[in-house]
């Protein structure tokens, strides 16, 4: 069974297009809908987008491939992501993400077994004023220490 988005997703897609004057302007939007929408963004989702926008795979997997925030396999439940940019490596993402690496036994780029933790290292998520920082899920965690990551991580269950 192909891929395809639900009436309400696609009620959203109609939407989200109608704002942009020209449908190819709406392409990021649309590729959020189809993560929220699929999970992740594989080869049939990015098939789809592509039918939809009216653009080559190829095109759309250029985009998706370019921005940390896009998926390409699937992600555990909780997707941790440390800030490796500079404001970040200056107060310590790199302490920060051998804290989580310790606590939940994955290396960046990997998934538990159990499916409960992503672990990524990305590209500014412009806070560095509040230098390190983490964002788990649609969740910003500013100004970390050890202390507030391992209450953090404690307290996803």
């Known amino acids: 069974m192909a891929l395809e988005f639900s ?8 939407a989200t297009v109608a704002r942009y004057p020209k449908k190819e302007a709406a392409m990021l939007p649309v590729l959020y809908l189809a993560q929220r929408e699929f999970g992740h963004l594989g080869p049939e989702a990015i098939a789809y987008v592509a039918r939809l926008m009216g653009q080559s ?6 985009v998706v491939s370019f921005y ?8 555990g439940r909780h997707h941790v992501q440390v800030c490796r940019t500079l404001s970040c490596a200056l107060g310590g993402a790199e302490k920060i993400t051998a804290i989580i690496t310790k606590k939940i036994g ?5 998934t538990t077994a159990d499916g409960r933790f992503t672990l990524s290292e990305v590209e500014c ?3 560095c004023g509040t230098a390190p920082m983490m964002q788990v899920n649609d969740d910003y965690y500013e100004n970390l220490t050890e202390e507030k990551v391992t209450a953090i991580l404690d307290g996803l269950k």
Do not use: C, D, W
Not at 7 to 14: M, Q
Not at 68 to 75: A, D, E, L, R, S
Not at 106 to 110: D, N, Y
């Open 7 to 14: 009436p309400e997703t696609l009620k959203r897609f109609e």
């Open 57 to 62: 795979p190829a095109r759309v997997h250029g």
């Open 68 to 75: 940390t925030m896009y998926n390409v396999k699937p992600i």
């Open 106 to 110: 994955i290396e960046p780029g990997q």
């Open 125 to 127: 998520l412009a806070s």
